[in-house]
């Protein structure tokens, strides 16, 4: 029997598939997402086309681009049984991720069979769960605030739409872009927890919307989630950009985290970092407060960076997708409590498209354990 320390802990660095889907390089803080760099994308393309690239291979012609435009539009009203779901979780007040998994189980009743794991099924079931995880999430915040659910629009974009439904008010097209820009950033990113929790509930050839589910389980810990409202806790806490320094210091110090700083796997500044800082400049620009918070982060990012360095030299402790995903989220008027279930509207269809594959591959997921408990015990009855 081996030594515990032999066996890869967490599975790291054990290839578990291959995919064509996307390629985290860690070292050198690339994201490739269907043969593009992340840059490429983001903010280049809509959603809907990224989700196309993601489930095709290809980005959409405008012909395709428009066809599956009304498609999801369709596809965006919850079914009453979802909408009961939701009102249900909410007289509860259970966090928002917690509801989106709920209501998400219910859609696989409009399933017309649930054991056609075909491409076509798939694909059709991937752009049902893509239309309505934006719904559910609205519906959901608006019950919380006692609050009727809007219905979607026909007219707007999946996220425009999106924004329009927790308010009633059409957003501004900045606001649209943002929230656009940041579905692609985050629409796959390698093998992460929630992403394998699909595949291997895929691999035993249980339905999508059953893998999906699954992922969104797997996505509300806190390990893989995250946690981004801490960083406009951060941010709230430290007030000034000259206390910056002394703040970072002094939780350091006490062992804690800085939020925001620091990934499993990115040894330099996360790409998904870059383009949402981009993008929360872009954004902050609309209210004179956002414009006020997004400099001090600037100048927080920039001292924690030195402080990090210093304290922890070797770490390479860089800003991650976290920061400016508050940023961002926060500037569009969703509450800290929310931001992982908007992440899962985006990461929804990577979800999908690697069930896709795994259907394909067609091959049960079944590693092996290694037992370290005791041996040669015997019964005293």
């Keep these: 029997m081996r030594s515990p320390d032999a066996v890869p802990q967490g599975l790291d660095g054990v290839v578990a598939v291959q995919t064509r889907l996307s390629h985290v390089d860690g070292r050198n803080g690339i994201l490739i997402v269907g043969g593009y760099a992340l840059e490429e994308l983001a903010g280049r393309v809509t959603f809907e086309e990224a989700a196309h690239l993601l489930w095709t291979g290809h980005l ?9 435009s009304v498609q999801l539009t369709a596809l965006r009203p919850l079914p009453d049984f979802a909408l009961t779901v939701v009102r249900e ?16 189980s219910t859609l696989s009743v409009e399933l017309t069979d649930p054991n056609d794991v075909s ?12 239309a309505r995880f934006p719904t559910i999430v609205s519906a ?13 629009r026909r007219d707007l974009s999946l996220a ?24 692609v950033t985050v629409i796959d990113h390698g093998m992460n927890a929630s992403t394998f929790a699909a595949r291997v509930i895929a691999s035993t050839r249980s339905d999508m919307v ?9 996505l509300k810990g806190p390990l893989h989630g995250g946690a981004p409202g801490g960083v406009l806790d ?12 002394g703040w970072v210091r002094r939780e350091l110090a006490a062992g804690r985290r800085v939020m925001g700083f620091g990934h499993r796997i990115y040894k330099v500044r996360d790409p998904r970092a870059q383009v949402l800082g981009q993008a929360a400049e872009a954004l902050s620009g609309v209210r004179l ?10 100048e927080v990012e920039a001292t924690a960076l030195r402080v990090l360095d210093e304290v922890k030299p070797g770490r390479r402790l860089r800003t991650n997708v976290e920061f400016y995903t508050a940023l961002l989220l926060a500037a569009l008027g969703l509450p800290p409590e929310a931001f992982v279930a908007a992440f899962a509207c985006g990461r929804c269809a990577g979800w999908c498209a690697h069930v896709m594959e795994q259907h394909a591959e067609d091959r049960l997921i079944r590693p092996q354990s290694e037992y370290v408990g005791p041996t040669g015990m015997t019964s005293s009855r």
Aim: with cysteine.
């Design 89 to 104: 979780a909410a007289r509860h007040r259970v966090p928002p991720i917690d509801a989106l998994r709920m209501a998400c």
């Design 289 to 298: 407060h956002d414009r006020a918070l997004f400099t001090l982060a600037r």
């Design 119 to 130: 491409r076509d099924a798939d694909l059709a079931t991937a752009k049902m769960l893509v």
């Design 60 to 68: 959409p012609t405008p012909a395709e681009a428009a066809d599956l």
């Design 210 to 218: 059953s893998a999906v589910t699954g992922a969104v389980g797997a």
């Design 234 to 245: 951060m941010l709230a806490d430290i007030g000034t950009a000259d206390r910056a320094e």
């Design 160 to 183: 425009a739409n999106f924004l329009y439904m927790l308010t009633g008010e059409e957003a501004d097209a900045r606001a649209a872009r943002a929230i656009d820009t940041y579905w």
């Design 140 to 152: 959901y915040l608006r019950a919380l605030a006692g609050q009727d659910p809007i219905p979607p």
